[in-house]
Structures are given as structure tokens and as C-alpha cells.
């Protein structure tokens, strides 16, 4: 994806809140998101700084034309999905109208700015609502370091599968139960066998997060016609992200066929989707293979998504304990790694996806899986970072996690960063869990 005038770092807007060092939402950004005011109904925004451009509203306001204008009537639903689905040029005409609206140097700022600041609204005034209508959900395996450590433990001899090098491996998740961030997140009930091989059901005792990064489709294919890997970044909308909570206690035990109730309990995402034209000045070359193993086939193989497949994304999780909460402290980070070191690319995921002729339809949503990198601080789970709750993580306050518990709120966060660029960030990801229903 080529950079336009869009990416230039030193773009200002004139909402001052989003020139913040800090903040997630610079004019370079853009994202869209659904947010609720009050008794309205749900809206499709543009997040910039602290506030959120009403995006059906720039349409009464007479802001857009061309393509901008018709990219931005398919925004006037209450998903993203229409919008999704439209052609990439749409997307991008829309994009660089929005920047020219938003420029705190656009020469039509005085009109503009009078007519833009009232379909504003404050981020504080709003709920943010699940951006866009799920019909798919994917959870993949796309980093060795993560499927290494765990194979160390239950498979000893073998702990990377031999496909694993071949092709990205994943699953058919739950779309009915993916939760837009801030919902609390309810513990669940399930099967399992103790070591004594004992077979009990009740509470999960071993509830853990995921720190992933989740992709949106958007056009997506018939039934029976694949997408080519050259053509797969075209089908991308955009990107979150994803906790995909997971109950492994349960997930050792009913895993013959792959995971069932141990991952349908509940996948949190971030609301804001940032687009994949947004994340272009991030690109980066694919994950280096280590010497020995065998390059891609030819249907996963590009030159192009070889030089430019991986992202350059910091990724973090933190903790909130209910200790922490009643004391007035802030989350500990215990985790911090980077979207570079999954072995396989976004496009690669949605070409083997697609390799047999299963169609992908416009907001089907897929994870990366478990993002861990190759140092400690890296380790994207509980089950990594406490050895399978052998050796419990001691927090700042001196409190000690081996699982999630209760009340435990998990938070992501994510930030794209590159020298000579501005940098830009997801909002959060965040669940607090609440105990389990009496079985």
C-alpha cells in the first residue's frame, strides 16, 4: 500500500486533543468505529483525539462529494459493514477527505471548522458498540515462540507440529460470543480431568488471556474461488484487538478435535478498527525464517507480501487486580511484545483461509492467536508467563497470579511506531471477570 499526503507526520488537526503526544487518535489515524450518545441510536464515527466525528452527520452538513460522499452513505447504517465492503479507492477517497476536513492547515478550515466542530462528540458522552456484524470468527496460530513453549509441555519430543512451518494453523470460532471491550467478561463452567484423573465439572480453575490482533474482511469471495495471496491485502479492511479468553483446564481436556467450550466462552475486541491504509507507513518485511526451514508453498508465497507482510506493532497486556482497584493504583504491565515476530502474515492467513474455496464474508473477523515474541517480557499468556501456573507471576503490590481470577480486568493495548511517522494506537481492549454461575 503506497503513503499519501494522509501519512505525513506533520499533519495537525484542529481538534487539539488528538495532536497529544500521547494519543491514540491523531489526525494520521482515522479510524471508524459504532458509538451510542445517550437514548440515540447507534451511529458510525471517526475517532480523532478525545472526540468522535459523526460520520452520517458530514453528509447533512454538505462536507464530502465524489467518492467520499458515496463512501460515506454507505456509513449511515448502524454497522460498519457496508462500508467494508466497498472498493478500496472508496476507502481511500473518503480517508483523505476526512484528513482534509479534520487539518488544522486546510485552506477551507474557516468554513470547514464552523460546520465540522458541532458533529463532534466527546469520547466521555458515548458507548462504543461492537463495530461491525460478525458472521465468521478464525482464531489462528501464527507464532512459533508461543506454539514452542506450549509444545515444551505437552509434547516434549515434538513441540512445534510439522505443519506449523507449512501453513497457518487455526480453528472455526464463536462469532456469537466475540464482545465489544468493556463488557465484563463471566467465568465459565466446564469439564475437566485432575491429574489424578478424576473427571469434575464446575468453575474453570485455569482461565487465561490471549493477547492477540484481529483482522476484518472486507470483500469477501465465492463460495469455491480462493483468494490469491497477491490479492489478499485488497480484501483487508482493518484490524483490532483481541483477547481471545481461553479456559485450558477445559481446553487439555476436550481438545481430541481441536477446542470447543474452553474458547467460546467470550473473545474481546477493541471497537476502534484501524484501517489498513492507516497502518501503511508500519509495514515491514515478513518474519525471517530460521535457516533449515522450508519457505512458503507457491500459493502462500509473494514478493510482495514477503517485504512488506509484517507489521511493526508494539502489543501489551496489563492487569488490574481488585486489591489494585480498592488501593487507587494503576494495571501492571506484564506483558510487552510486537506483531513482527508472528511467523506467518495477515495475507497469508486469509490466502490458506480461502485455499479450499470457503468464502469469507464482509466483517468476518480472524485472530492472529497468541502474539508472543522470543524474550520473557514477550510471553502473551498466563500460560507462558507462569510455565502452566507452576510458577506464579509476583505483582508490584506483591500479589501473586498464576490464572486470571476474579475481578482480575485484563487491557490491552496497541501502538504503531517508526521513525519519521507519526504514531497511532487502538484504544483498549479491556474485560473485567466475574464469577462463575452457580453449577
Known amino acids: 500500500m503506497q503513503l499519501n499526503e494522509t501519512h505525513r507526520p506533520d499533519l495537525r488537526s484542529w481538534v487539539e486533543s488528538a495532536n497529544a503526544p500521547e494519543s491514540d487518535f491523531p489526525i494520521q489515524n482515522l479510524p471508524y468505529g459504532v458509538f451510542r450518545r445517550g437514548a440515540q441510536a447507534p451511529h458510525v464515527g471517526v475517532a480523532i483525539g478525545d472526540q468522535i466525528l459523526d460520520l452520517p452527520a458530514t453528509l447533512e452538513a454538505d462536507l464530502l462529494k465524489g467518492q467520499a460522499e458515496t463512501a460515506a452513505k454507505l456509513a449511515t447504517g448502524t454497522t460498519l459493514n457496508a462500508l467494508m465492503a466497498a472498493e478500496p479507492a472508496l476507502h481511500a477517497a473518503l480517508r483523505r477527505r476526512l484528513s482534509e476536513i479534520l487539518n488544522a492547515d486546510s485552506s477551507e478550515r474557516p468554513r470547514i471548522q464552523a460546520a465540522a466542530r458541532s458533529l463532534l462528540v466527546p469520547m466521555s458522552e458515548t458507548q462504543l458498540q461492537l463495530p461491525a456484524a460478525i458472521g465468521n470468527f478464525t482464531d489462528f496460530l501464527t ?65 487465561d488471556f490471549e493477547l492477540e490482533f484481529g483482522t476484518y474482511v472486507g470483500r469477501g469471495n465465492e463460495l469455491g474461488e480462493p483468494v490469491a495471496i497477491d490479492d489478499a491485502s485488497e480484501r483487508i479492511f482493518g484490524f483490532c484487538l483481541l483477547n481471545d479468553w481461553s479456559a485450558r483446564d477445559m481446553q487439555r481436556w476436550e481438545s481430541t478435535l481441536g477446542p470447543f467450550l474452553s474458547k467460546s466462552l467470550s473473545t474481546t475486541i477493541s471497537c476502534w478498527v484501524v484501517t489498513a491504509e492507516a497502518l501503511a507507513p508500519f509495514r515491514a518485511p515478513a518474519f525471517p525464517r530460521p535457516e533449515g526451514d522450508p519457505a512458503p508453498l507457491p500459493y502462500l508465497f509473494s514478493k510482495t507480501d514477503q517485504a512488506e507482510g509484517g507489521i511493526d506493532l508494539t502489543l501489551e497486556a496489563s492487569v488490574l487486580t481488585p486489591r489494585m482497584r480498592r488501593d487507587g493504583s494503576g494495571p501492571a504491565l506484564i506483558c510487552r511484545t510486537n506483531f513482527l515476530h508472528m511467523y506467518w502474515t495477515v495475507a497469508q492467513m486469509l490466502t490458506h483461509h480461502t485455499s479450499n474455496g470457503c468464502n469469507m464474508q464482509t466483517g468476518d473477523l480472524f485472530g492472529s492467536g497468541t502474539t508472543s515474541g522470543p524474550h520473557d517480557e514477550s510471553r502473551a499468556c498466563y500460560t507462558e508467563i507462569t510455565t502452566r501456573g507452576t510458577q506464579p507471576l509476583t505483582l508490584p503490590n506483591g500479589e501473586k497470579r498464576a490464572w486470571v481470577e476474579d475481578g482480575d480486568e485484563i487491557i490491552f493495548r496497541g501502538r504503531a511506531e517508526r521513525q519519521g511517522y507519526r504514531s497511532i494506537g487502538f484504544g483498549e481492549c479491556r474485560a473485567v471477570v466475574t464469577p462463575a454461575l452457580k453449577s
Open 143 to 207: 507464532s512459533i515462540y508461543h506454539t514452542e513453549r506450549g509444545g515444551r509441555l505437552s509434547r516434549p519430543d515434538s513441540p512445534v507440529p510439522p505443519a506449523f512451518r507449512y501453513l497457518p494453523i487455526a480453528y472455526n470460532g464463536r462469532a456469537t460470543s466475540v464482545r465489544a471491550s468493556g463488557e465484563a467478561v463471566r467465568r465459565p463452567n466446564g469439564q475437566w480431568s485432575n491429574p489424578d484423573g478424576k473427571v469434575e465439572f464446575g468453575p474453570t480453575r485455569q482461565l
